[in-house]
């Protein structure tokens, strides 16, 4: 019987959830590796309240992976909007806050509502701790706090994590080594993918592996996080960031958006990601340039095609 591969996905926020979701429909081990440099929202209140790990991206990535009844799964996402002390938390987040208060641990935690949430695979945080996120912008300014960092719509020059050195979570590092496949993204860049990579010990593993390493850059640009950026200007972050040897192969879509959907981004301040193929050509990767783009309420990847695009690397592995 052919052994089941072994796909490690880096990243946090929407991009992640989404690809999950279509890769737990096929016969493989999933490893989602989520950042813990979240420090808003219910996320940050937790962190702070409790000195744990943000929960939000592991939260996400949790349902997403989850093979439980809808209306569970909605109630572990449902956010409160009324109540003192609760409003803007979701429950989700509440119980890995108990899950991390019971156990002491925040990766135990985690493996205690997996089970709970039937959880197809296993999630894990890049580190056992938080980490604070820090921009350096183009202007020469600075700012600390992984949410702040969009909020100066100004072009970042790079990304860096405190303290200095953050030791990786063990199993994260193993499932590294481990994988056949390494995938790294779609999400936000600077603030979702980066600081994962940012944490040596996950660096390096990456860095080392043999297996096909793929990135799957995003559709949209960001406000404040990607503005103008093209395909090529995303991968050429990651090296800047990481080192000229971080992927093997970039999936980028190549689907021209319609222009009911580019008009409503573009009052949020962004635009779809141009795919400039001579650029990204010129870093020596492998290019998978197809349309890789699904439509509903918003322009969101197509997380089967994405996740058949991924296997058949697999395959010609």
């Known amino acids: 019987m052919k052994p089941i591969s072994k796909i490690v996905v880096l990243g946090g926020g929407t991009g992640l959830s989404v690809l999950l979701r279509g890769l737990k429909s ?17 996320s940050g209140r937790l962190r702070k309240d409790y000195d744990m790990p943000p ?29 003192d002390g609760i409003t803007g938390h979701s429950l989700g987040n509440l119980l890995l806050a108990a ?19 039937n959880v197809r695979g296993q999630v894990l945080p890049a580190a056992n701790k938080s980490v604070i996120l820090n921009a350096e912008y183009e202007d020469g300014s600075f ?26 979570l063990k199993a994260s590092v193993d499932a590294i080594n481990e994988a056949d496949l390494i995938v790294i993204g779609p999400g936000s860049l600077y603030t979702s993918i980066l600081p994962n990579l940012l944490v040596g010990g996950i660096r390096d593993a990456v860095l080392k592996s043999t297996v096909p390493r793929v990135y799957v850059c995003n559709a949209m640009t960001q406000k404040g996080e990607t503005n103008h950026f093209s395909a090529s200007d995303h991968v050429q972050a990651l090296i800047d960031h990481v080192g000229d040897k971080i992927v093997d192969v970039v999936i980028v879509n190549n689907e021209i958006i319609p222009e009911e959907f580019l008009e409503l981004y573009r009052e949020e301040g962004a635009e779809q990601v141009t795919w400039d193929m001579d650029r990204l050509k010129s870093f020596g990767f492998d290019i998978i340039s197809d349309n890789i783009i699904q439509y509903g309420t918003l322009v969101r990847h197509d997380a089967k095609r994405v996740s058949e695009l991924l296997l058949s690397l697999l395959e010609k592995k």
């Open 26 to 42: 096929f016969p493989v081990d999933i490893t989602a590796i989520v950042t813990v440099a979240d420090d808003g929202g219910s």
């Open 55 to 83: 929960p939000g991206d592991v939260r996400n990535v949790l349902a997403a992976l989850s093979e439980v009844e809808p209306l569970v799964e909605r109630l572990f996402q449902h956010r409160f909007t009324t109540g």
């Open 99 to 117: 899950m991390h208060d019971i156990t002491g641990d925040f990766v135990m935690g985690i493996r205690e509502l997996s089970k709970v949430l």
């Open 143 to 168: 700012i600390t706090g992984e949410s702040k960092i969009p909020l100066r719509n100004k072009r970042i020059k790079r990304v860096f994590l405190t303290p200095d050195h953050i030791e990786p």
